[in-house]
């Protein structure tokens, strides 16, 4: 009897222990993740201001919000940068990934290179360029000191092509990631499929519009949300390469909730800001979590 109560309890113990070592970070992402998003939700319909308060506004800091033209600027610029963004990081990590997958030499050292910038935070990175694209230290001081007086590129100082600098410098860390993504997709294709539509005189063109491509289907909706979310996200890389500036040029919804929560005293409509980028990254996320689920089951 006493044997089949130490089974039992082991039985117990195997089932809850799992559970009882998760409770901890359970409630702590409860707590510092999802009770402070609640906590900003309800700041946005307040009027808050250096400091949290409670008295309530309704929608008033949202209606204030889109007649900002700060705010204005700052989704114009988002839309500019996510949607270079995603698709020339798609185009070079799909390119990259081709290539690779033809059992090249010194692929071994050449994926690790391609994927390097990752492992960079988007502070060096914003930092590294900043450098980089300075008139007076970067490229073009470097073209004027090897003989090309002529040569000009000036663009993080320019209020129209600043945006674009940033573009750059996003791209350059993130394509690698994105190879690698295409690239596991690649190796995952059934090589019997390609084999059998080769035997049927398919080029390599239609292969790979026909077949490889279509096949891929996961890894650019993978790549789609992920880069989505770290466009509309993006604060480190902005404020290392541009302050935001030349003026607020470079403005995107992560720094414009910054400066009004933080610096200009305005917490409700910071809130506010925060919540819409919320929910631009729900809109995403939760259509392609519905789908991976749906897949599954």
């Given amino acids: 009897m006493p044997r089949d109560n130490s089974v039992d309890f082991r039985t117990r113990m195997q089932e809850y222990l799992p559970k009882l070592v998760l409770a901890p970070s359970f409630a702590l992402v409860l707590l510092f993740v999802y009770g402070f998003i609640a906590f900003t939700i309800y700041l946005s319909f307040t009027d808050s201001r250096m400091l949290p308060s409670y008295g309530w506004l309704g929608w008033e800091n949202y209606s204030r919000l889109f007649r900002i033209r700060e705010w204005d600027v700052a989704i114009t610029n988002l839309a500019i940068f996510a949607s270079l963004y995603i698709v020339i990081c798609t185009l070079i990590g799909l390119m990259l990934a081709i290539f690779l997958d033809q059992k090249i030499r010194g692929e071994g050292v050449l994926r690790p290179i391609f994927l390097y910038p990752m492992a960079l935070s988007f502070i060096v990175t914003g930092t590294a360029w900043k450098w980089f694209l300075d008139p007076g230290i970067g490229i073009e001081n470097t073209m004027h000191l090897w003989g090309w007086e002529s040569f000009e590129f000036n663009w993080i100082k320019d209020r129209e092509m600043a945006i674009y600098t940033i573009v750059i410098a996003a791209v350059w860390q993130t394509s690698g990631f994105v190879m690698a993504m295409f690239l596991a997709g690649l190796r995952g294709i059934d090589n019997e499929i390609l084999k059998a539509a080769q035997m049927d005189g398919a080029s390599s063109f239609q292969l790979y519009r026909r077949i490889i491509i279509p096949l891929l289907r996961p890894a650019f909706l993978s790549a789609f949300v992920i880069l989505s979310h770290l466009a509309i996200k993006s604060y480190d890389l902005v404020i290392a390469l541009t302050g935001g500036g030349p003026g607020n040029a470079t403005a ?13 005293n305005q917490m409700g409509i910071g809130a506010a800001s925060a919540v819409i980028m ?3 990254i729900a809109a995403i996320m939760v259509p392609y979590l519905y789908a991976e689920l749906r897949e599954k089951k």
Wanted: avoid cysteine.
């Fill in 252 to 264: 995107v919804p992560a720094t414009f909730m910054y400066s009004y929560t933080f610096t200009r």
């Fill in 278 to 280: 919320l929910m631009t």
